[in-house]
């Protein structure tokens, strides 16, 4: 198979395994989406989804969070791991989105990068998921399969992206980079990995990965 054919039998197969698909981080508005997502840095979104409805009960938007002590913000989100460093973000975003932005999450790439603890990652999730602006957050699901499927060459998650931008159509990014995430979880693990059960890479996948597998 070409290149564009990986990608269309990826699309289609995607498209009947998940023709619905939700968003793995519950939230109610922009602002909790943009907290959830800076809590699953190097966290599971289960255990991320565990977390925010105790921190999301005390504040749920910046002006009740930056009533909340730092201190106070790490001890509930402790067991999201890198707490320090996370609740220092939560309280210092959440001082920049009044100060600046009346409260409100912006609506732009470079705004929300320019916030504390916010990557490109996390400013793409956000940015498709809670605007419906076409991005294409690459997590560790996506970066193991674009490279398990032969979509790219593995080397980062910057190249990655690229590439996952330049073989999928822009109207599928927002949804697919969903369903490749969902699908990695169920049938394309990091660990216990079983190939009989992954269709998409037992098809297309690397020449190299399937020997290894044999």
């Known amino acids: 198979m070409t290149k564009k054919e990986r990608a269309t039998f990826v699309i ?13 981080l519950d939230h109610k508005d922009p602002y909790t989406l943009l907290i959830a997502v800076l809590l699953s840095a190097q966290c599971t979104d289960v255990r991320v989804n565990q977390i925010t409805p105790i921190l999301f009960a005390k504040a749920d938007n910046p002006y009740d969070m930056i009533k909340m002590s730092i201190e106070e913000i790490k001890n509930i989100i402790r067991p999201c791991g890198l707490s320090p460093m996370k609740s220092r973000g939560i309280h210092g975003l959440s001082h920049i989105l009044i100060d600046k932005y009346h409260g409100e999450v912006p609506q732009s790439f ?15 999730v956000v940015m498709s998921q809670a605007f419906g602006v076409p991005a294409f957050p690459v997590d560790t699901h996506i970066h193991r399969l674009m490279y398990r499927w032969n979509l790219s060459n593995g080397k980062n998650v910057v190249q990655t992206e690229k590439d996952a931008k330049a073989i ?6 927002n949804k697919l980079h969903l369903q490749i995430i969902w699908y990695g979880r169920e049938y394309s693990p990091a660990r ?12 297309i996948g690397r020449k190299a990965i399937l020997k290894e597998l044999d």
Request: hydrophobic share 40%; glycine share 4%.
């Open 12 to 24: 289609n197969t995607l498209k009947d395994f998940y023709p619905e698909i939700p968003i793995p």
């Open 110 to 124: 470079e705004a929300l990068e320019a916030l504390p603890a916010v990557g490109h990652k996390t400013a793409s």
């Open 192 to 203: 216990g990995w079983d190939i009989n059960k992954d269709i998409i890479t037992k098809t």
């Open 168 to 173: 999928f159509p822009e109207k599928l990014w």
